[in-house]
C-alpha cells in the first residue's frame, strides 16, 4: 500500500511569490492535515480537511489556505510569501477526521525555501 | 493555557543503554490526548502512541515503554536497550476535545544513540 506522498520535495521561491504543495493520502484516508515545521517554532498545525471541508484550523494568517479535492488529494497555497515561511511542510493522513481519535500517517514532506 | 514542554533538547547515550525521554504539558481539560511521534532523518513523523486522558495504565510495546501520570502531568517515554536505529527527535503532542483537535507538539528531544 503506498504512503502518503507530497510533491513537490524542495521547492525555492523569493518573497512575494506565491507556491501550491501538494498531498495525496493513503489510499482510502479521507483527512489530510497539513503542519509546519520550524526551528524556531518547531511543528505547527496548520488546517484537517476531511471530505473536501476545511474541519479546523491552527494559527496562521490567511495567507495560509488549503483544499481538498473529492478524491481526498489536498492542496496547499501560500501567498504573498515572506522568509519566513521557509519551512518544511508535513502532510499527514487517516481514515476519518481528527486528529485526535486517528492515527495519522505523515508524509516525507516538502522542503520550501524562500530567498 | 495549553502548553507541552520537552525539556531535554538533546540526549546522547551509548547503544544498549536504556533512555528515558520526558514530556510535561499543560491543559484545563479534563478529556484530552498525549501522543508521542518519532521524526528520524528522512523527515516523516512516525506514530508511536496515543493514550487519552482516562486511561493511565502504562504501555510497553517492545523496547519502547510509556509511563502516564496525571498526578505531574507528564507522559514518559523510556526505550530500553537502545540502539543506533533509535537515533531520530522525538515528539510530544497533546490535543484538548475543547480545541478541536487542534494538535500541540513540543520542541521535540533530539536523540543520539552512539555505537
Known amino acids: 500500500k503506498a504512503g502518503v506522498t507530497q510533491t513537490p520535495r524542495y521547492l525555492i521561491k523569493t518573497r512575494g511569490q506565491q507556491v501550491t504543495l501538494s498531498c495525496s493520502p493513503i489510499?482510502?484516508?479521507?483527512?489530510v492535515s497539513w503542519y509546519q515545521q520550524t526551528p524556531g517554532q518547531g511543528l505547527q498545525f496548520l488546517f484537517e480537511?476531511?471530505?473536501?471541508?476545511?474541519?479546523n484550523k491552527g494559527n496562521f494568517p490567511g495567507r495560509f489556505s488549503g483544499r481538498q479535492f473529492s478524491n481526498s488529494r489536498s492542496e496547499m497555497n501560500v501567498s504573498t510569501l515572506e522568509l519566513g515561511d521557509s519551512a518544511l511542510y508535513l502532510c499527514?493522513?487517516?481514515?476519518?477526521?481528527?486528529?485526535?481519535?486517528?492515527?495519522?500517517?505523515f508524509g516525507p514532506g516538502t522542503r520550501l525555501t524562500v530567498l | 493555557a495549553q502548553k507541552v514542554t520537552q525539556a531535554q533538547t538533546e540526549i546522547s547515550v551509548v547503544e544498549k543503554e536504556d533512555v528515558t525521554l520526558d514530556c510535561v504539558y499543560e491543559?484545563?481539560?479534563?478529556?484530552?490526548?498525549l501522543f508521542w511521534y518519532k521524526q528520524p532523518p528522512s523527515g516523516e513523523l512516525v506514530f508511536l502512541i496515543r493514550?487519552?486522558?482516562?486511561?493511565?495504565q502504562n504501555e510497553i510495546s517492545g523496547r519502547y515503554s510509556w509511563n502516564f501520570q496525571k498526578s505531574t502531568s507528564s507522559f514518559n517515554f523510556t526505550i530500553t536497550a537502545s540502539q543506533v536505529v533509535d537515533s531520530a527527535v522525538y515528539f510530544c503532542?497533546?490535543?484538548?476535545?475543547?480545541?478541536?483537535?487542534?494538535?500541540?507538539f513540543g520542541k521535540g528531544t533530539r536523540l543520539h544513540i552512539l555505537p
Open positions: 489510499s482510502g484516508h479521507r483527512s
Open positions: 480537511y476531511f471530505s473536501e471541508t476545511q474541519r
Open positions: 503532542a497533546l490535543s484538548e476535545e475543547s480545541r478541536d483537535d487542534k494538535i500541540i
Open positions: 499527514a493522513s487517516s481514515r476519518e477526521g481528527g486528529t485526535s481519535y486517528n492515527e495519522q500517517f
Open positions: 491543559t484545563r481539560d479534563t478529556t484530552y490526548y
Open positions: 493514550r487519552n486522558s482516562f486511561d493511565e
